[in-house]
Every structure is written in structure tokens, then in C-alpha cells.
């Protein structure tokens, strides 16, 4: 705020001038800045809008399985020098989201947990018996890797959101492995499964493969 001088030119004037105000407090004719007009927030477009959506669909899984993704995309994130989570999020904002803004959702057959140069299991079958999760592939002997890989298993409640892992299981030429949960775990359950297989000397992995959906 200024106080201005009697008898000059502008304190004969009241209101605005540019982006002065001039106005009269306790007898004397003074003058301060106009506030700064507050911008309005640019409008976001439908892609980014779309872009904004499809973080916020993937968001719950990559933090609730970050600990898995940290295996699953080791290889990926020291090939790009960035965290395995954020090589995860970039593959899955490319393929994982189907659907027009704003009706978007998780294509779950497109989901990657892992991702590596390995080959992947093939022909994967999973059955449940007793709060047990049975997994079988075919044999595949023309492979990239070893008949020495170990499975590496995620079973994904989309619901809580939470998971149960297995990640030194089976080896690949036994053609077959299983999870056990308790029934805390298992009852009234809703999972998104996964396996992969992985070099447990070089931490390679191949990329995983998607099971379909479990409610137990």
C-alpha cells in the first residue's frame, strides 16, 4: 500500500487505473496493486485424461506386487536403468488397458508380472484342490534357458488388493507345480494367477503367463 501526496494529479481519482487501485482509508487517498488474476487449470485432454485413467487402473497391482515385479523385471530395469516397478507400469500402460476413456478396464491376458528373454511355459493348465493351486505345462525341449528354471508363481487378489507368490518353484522339466494357502487365505477369494519361469543363477526370466481368474 502507498499513501499519496495531497494536491497531486491522482488523488482526485477513485477506482482502477491499469493495474493500480487507488481508494481513500482514514482519511488519506491511497494506492496498492490489483491482485493477481488466479489462472484456471488448463482442461486436460481425452488422452491425457485416458493416460490419467489407465495409471489409476494399474496403480493397485503394481504397488500391491511390487515386491514380485521387483523380480519379474529386474533384467528390464538394468537394460533401461530405471526401477523394475516403472518398467513394469511402461510395458503395461502400452498393452494392459483395453477399452475407450472412459470406459477402460485391465486386460488381464495382457498383464505382464515379468518380463525376460527366457522362454515361457507353454500350454499352462491350473486345477484347485484342497486350498492348493496345481499348475502344468508341456515339455519344450527346443527352449531359450534351462531345464533347471524354477517356476516363479503370483496369485493376485484383485479385491483386497493382495498376493501370495512362489518364487523358487518347480523346475521346468518336472512339467508341473503347486501353491498351498490356508484357508484364511483361499475362502471366498477372487485371484488373477500367473507363472513364469526364471534362471535362479543369472536372475533371468522369461515373461509370464496369465491363468485366467480363480474365486474360491
Known sequence: MAILQEGTVLTGIRGKIGTVVIYRWKDKVCARSKPATAHKKAKRS?????????????????????????????????????????????????????????EQEINWEAILVSDGEL????????????????????????IIGSQNDRAIILLYDSVQPHFHASYSGA??????????????QFKGKTFEVFIAFKDVMSDQVSRSVYCGRFKT
Not at 60 to 82: M, S, V, Y
Open 46 to 102: 481425452v488422452l491425457q485424461q485416458a493416460q490419467a485413467n489407465k495409471m489409476k487402473l494399474l496403480s493397485p497391482i503394481l504397488n500391491a506386487t511390487a515386491k514380485f515385479l521387483k523380480i519379474g523385471f529386474k533384467q528390464r530395469a538394468l537394460e533401461r536403468n530405471i526401477t523394475a516397478n516403472n518398467a513394469a507400469k511402461s510395458i503395461n500402460l502400452l498393452n494392459a488397458i483395453k477399452g475407450e476413456f472412459p
Open 171 to 184: 523346475r521346468r522339466s518336472e512339467l508341473k507345480d503347486s501353491i498351498s494357502l490356508s484357508s484364511y
Open 119 to 142: 522362454t515361457k511355459p507353454e500350454n499352462v493348465k491350473v486345477t484347485i484342490t484342497s486350498k492348493t493351486f496345481h499348475f502344468t505345462w508341456d515339455e519344450n525341449k527346443n
